[in-house]
C-alpha cells in the first residue's frame, strides 16, 4: 500500500501541477517581472503542495490555487514593487471607442494589427484590482463566481470592475492604435 | 411561454458583457437577445465587443509556464519534507 505522502504527491501532481501555466500567467500578470513571477509560483506550488489536505478533491482546484497565489503576492510581494494606478479607471465612459469607431472600422479590425507585447504592456498599467479581474477573466476564462471567490470580493463588484477593465484597457489600444496609424481619428 | 420582456438600449448595454459571458439567467439573457435581434446599433455593438474579447484572448494565452521552473517544481514537491500529511 502506498503512503500517505505518496498518495499525496500522486494527487498533487495529477490536478495540480497541469494548471502550472495558467498560475504562472496570473503570477506575470500580478508580480510584473519574470524572476518575480517564478519566485510567486514556486512559492505558491509549495504552500499549495503542504496545504494539499485543506483541498477537498473534486472541488475547484484552479480557483484554490490562484487563492493562494493572489494571496502570496499581497502578503509578501505586493510591498516590493510595482507602481500604483497610471489610469483612473473611476470615470469610465461606457462604450466610448465604439462610438468612435462605428462607422470606420465596426467590426474593431484594428485591433488585430496590435501585437501580443503591446496588449500585455496595456494591461500591466491597469490598475491591481483591474488588472486582475481582467486576467482572471479574459486570460483565464474563469467564471464570475470563481473570480468572486478568489479575490474576495462579491459578484457584483466582479461585475462592475469586470466592465470598467475592459472598457479602460479598449481605450488604451485604441489610443495606440490610433497614435500608430492602425486606424484614423474620426473628424466629428 | 411568455415572450420576453422588452427593454431598451441602455438595460441591453448594461447586460452585453454578461450576455457575452454566457453569465445572464436563461430570462434575462431572453430579454436581451430579443432587444439585439430588433436594434441593430445594438447588435453593431455587440460584434465590436465580441471582437474585442475574442482577440484579447487570442493575444495574453501563449505564456507557458517556462521549463526551468517546471522542472524547479517537480522537484520541490518531489523532496518535500516539510510533510503535513
Known amino acids: 500500500m502506498a503512503a500517505p505522502a505518496d498518495n499525496r504527491r500522486e494527487a498533487f501532481e495529477r490536478e495540480a501541477l497541469p494548471l502550472l501555466d495558467a498560475v504562472y500567467r496570473v503570477a506575470l500578470r500580478l508580480a510584473g517581472d519574470e524572476a518575480q513571477a517564478d ?10 503542495y503542504r496545504s494539499w489536505h485543506q483541498y477537498k478533491s ?27 494606478p497610471t489610469v483612473d479607471v473611476g470615470e469610465i465612459e461606457g462604450y466610448h471607442v465604439f462610438h ?11 485591433f488585430d494589427q496590435i501585437v501580443d507585447d503591446e496588449v500585455l504592456r496595456a494591461i500591466d498599467s491597469l490598475p491591481e484590482e483591474f488588472r486582475e479581474t481582467l486576467v482572471l477573466s479574459d486570460v483565464e476564462q474563469l467564471t464570475y463566481a470563481e473570480i468572486a471567490e478568489v479575490t474576495g470580493v462579491p459578484v457584483g463588484t466582479v461585475k462592475s470592475r469586470l466592465f470598467r477593465a ?23 | ?41 445594438c447588435f453593431k455593438l455587440l460584434g465590436f465587443e465580441d471582437a474585442y474579447l475574442s482577440f484579447l484572448r487570442a493575444r495574453t494565452r501563449a505564456h507557458q509556464a517556462p521549463e526551468h521552473l517546471k ?13 503535513a500529511s
Open chain 2, 1 to 41: 411561454m411568455n415572450a420576453p420582456r422588452k427593454i431598451d438600449c441602455q438595460e441591453a448595454a448594461e447586460r452585453l458583457y454578461e450576455y457575452l459571458d454566457g453569465e445572464l439567467t436563461p430570462d434575462s439573457e431572453a430579454e436581451v437577445r430579443a432587444h439585439l435581434d430588433d436594434c441593430a446599433p
Open chain 2, 71 to 83: 522542472k524547479k517544481i517537480f522537484e520541490q514537491v518531489l523532496f518535500d519534507q516539510d510533510s
Open chain 1, 39 to 48: 519566485d510567486l509560483v514556486q512559492e505558491t506550488m509549495l504552500k499549495a
Open chain 1, 58 to 84: 473534486g472541488t475547484n482546484v484552479r480557483a484554490w490555487l490562484l487563492t493562494i497565489l493572489r494571496h502570496t503576492f499581497i502578503n509578501e510581494y505586493r510591498k516590493k514593487k510595482r507602481a500604483g
Open chain 1, 166 to 188: 475592459r472598457q479602460a484597457l479598449q481605450q488604451k489600444l485604441y489610443d495606440y492604435a490610433l497614435e500608430m496609424g492602425y486606424i484614423k481619428r474620426v473628424e466629428r
Open chain 1, 100 to 110: 468612435e469607431v462605428q462607422e470606420a472600422d465596426p467590426e474593431g479590425n484594428f
